[in-house]
């Protein structure tokens, strides 16, 4: 019997975000053959995950496949599944699909696994928040959005009522920053309008941050103008703080220089205050001898190289250098500049310089910050600059056609089309006796529901 034969190709990419894309672009167009293997089958457009959260996009609209993409290219190769180690010497790369581990043979490697959550060597607080960094993620959020403000409307309970509409945002980064503001403008715009009973007022949202500042990269007057808008808008800041314990009802928080924490009751408790690099960078690092900084994130080359290998390159989240930022033009910029290495339009060894064209956020309706070299701006002007970029980052005709309809049904009317939501079975605690059923509702009957009860205070339901 003869040995097998190893799978080879030219380049493999690992990923399918901002780095990976750029980089798989930019060979497929060279006609360079590539596999570009990732454990998702999308290109998830992470700036506006938090749209899918609140209702406003649908996830296949910020989500498009990465298959897709680059079906128009017969260079390009895109498989499913979780890279789980590499040989270097050998220049192999080991992933796992369809509950198989697989060889694959390349002449050179170029990682974009990006980063998750971080929290802080807390990781049962993963448990107990949501999350915003994935599809799942935000359809989960929105999920828990949908069923808080549902049963605040039926609840007669006014304790749980009132924890139902508290939401606690840790962490006043540009997530951060845009869920409270998003989750605020929800209540006003929306849910008000929605349910009969709820008000703006009724809603709490409040946004923790252990530095002295809301949205600290930016800083100065940019920082300023975000606390003072999300004030405006009714979400309270706090600042100098930290999220000591979190549990299914509520966080502790504890400011900078006090003794005792304080305890704030939420039903909801999304945590968006750090980021380390996926598993894939602790691997490569372990492989090449490349250090790593605190977050895990490999402390690459200037030319994106990793360790002392020259056909190993990293991009994007997954890396430190110079100070760059984890954002999507770092990424995409990184990915581009080691594809043009791969291929031979840029020199071996050519430090990667990234073009800084600015960064924004949105703080909600027709408020926004950007920051283009020395000009920072503020307000409206920085809000429909922000919708122009995101228009044009995102992939594809027709996701920017709808993101496009979506918005305008959003921000100029109350639309918010991907609110959806089935309650799951659950055990009657209580039942509202005859004489407190509205007039709609002739009679109470008792029912006993099958399976889990949601933990939590009691609850009257009234079955007609
Ligand atoms: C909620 C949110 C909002 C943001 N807003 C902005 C913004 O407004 N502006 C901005 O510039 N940036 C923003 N960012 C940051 C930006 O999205 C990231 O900087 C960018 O996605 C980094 O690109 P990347 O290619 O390094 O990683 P990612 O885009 O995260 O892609 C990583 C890819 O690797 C895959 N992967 C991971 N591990 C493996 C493995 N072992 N095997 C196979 N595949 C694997 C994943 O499935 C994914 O496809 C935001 C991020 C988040 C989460």
């Known amino acids: 019997m003869g040995e097998a034969v190893l799978d080879r190709t030219e380049v493999v990419i690992v990923g399918s975000g901002f780095g990976a894309l750029a ?76 509950g198989q581990r697989h060889d694959l043979g ?22 107990v928040t949501y999350a915003l960094k994935t599809v799942d993620d935000a359809e989960r959020l929105r999920a828990q959005i949908v069923r808080c403000f ?17 939401f606690i945002v840790i962490g006043a980064g540009a997530t951060g920053v845009e869920l409270a503001g998003q989750i605020k403008e929800l209540a006003g715009r929306y849910f008000e309008q929605a349910i009969r009973g709820v008000t703006a007022d009724d809603v709490t949202v409040t946004l923790v941050e252990g530095a002295g500042v809301a949205m600290p990269a930016y800083g100065g007057k940019l920082s300023e103008y975000t606390k003072a808008s999300l004030e405006k808008s009714g979400v309270e800041v706090v600042l100098n703080t930290l999220v000591t314990d979190i549990d299914d009802h509520g966080a502790t928080f504890k400011a900078h220089g006090s ?28 492989r090449t ?10 402390l690459v080359n200037p030319d994106l190289t990793v360790g002392g290998r020259a056909d190993i390159f990293a991009v994007g989240d997954m890396t430190s ?11 995409m910029q990184g990915g581009r500049h080691v594809a043009k290495t791969i291929i031979g339009k840029t020199k071996r060894g050519t430090p990667f310089q990234f073009k800084d064209k600015g960064s924004m956020a949105i703080i909600n309706r027709f408020r926004a910050v950007t920051k283009v070299k020395s000009i920072e ?33 959003s921000f100029l009317g109350h639309r918010r089309p991907h609110f959806y939501y089935a309650q ?15 007039d709609s509702a002739p009679e109470a009957i008792e029912t006993e529901v099958i399976a889990s009860v949601p933990a939590g205070p009691k609850e009257k339901v009234a079955v007609a």
């Open 23 to 98: 980089a798989a672009k930019k060979l497929a167009k060279a006609g360079t053959p590539f596999v570009l293997i990732s454990e998702t089958t999308e290109h998830l457009f992470q700036p506006l995950l938090y749209q899918v959260a609140t209702g406003v996009l649908a996830a296949g609209e910020i989500a498009p496949s990465v298959r897709a993409i680059l079906a128009k290219y017969p260079n390009a190769d895109v498989r499913l599944g979780r890279v789980v180690d590499v040989r270097p010497d050998e220049q192999v790369l080991v992933y796992e699909a369809a």
């Open 106 to 127: 390349y002449k050179s490697l170029i990682a974009a696994t990006g980063a998750r959550q971080s929290y802080f060597g807390r990781d049962e607080f993963a448990k």
């Open 150 to 166: 549902e049963e605040a409307h039926t609840t007669t309970d006014l304790e749980r009522r009132k924890n139902l509409l508290s």
């Open 259 to 286: 003794d005792s924490g304080e305890r704030r009751t939420a039903e909801t408790v999304v945590w968006s205050a750090g980021v380390q690099a996926n598993d894939f960078a602790g691997v490569l690092a372990e």
């Open 289 to 298: 001898g490349c250090e790593t900084d605190r977050a895990g994130r490999l």
């Open 321 to 331: 250098l110079n100070k760059l930022p984890g954002q999507s033009p770092v990424a």
């Open 377 to 409: 701006l503020t307000g409206f002007v920085a809000w429909v600059l922000w919708l122009a970029v995101h228009m044009v980052y995102l992939v594809g005709f027709r996701n920017r056609y709808v993101a496009v309809m979506s918005w305008f049904g």
């Open 424 to 438: 799951e079975p659950q055990k009657v605690l209580e039942t509202l006796a005859v004489e407190e059923v509205p």
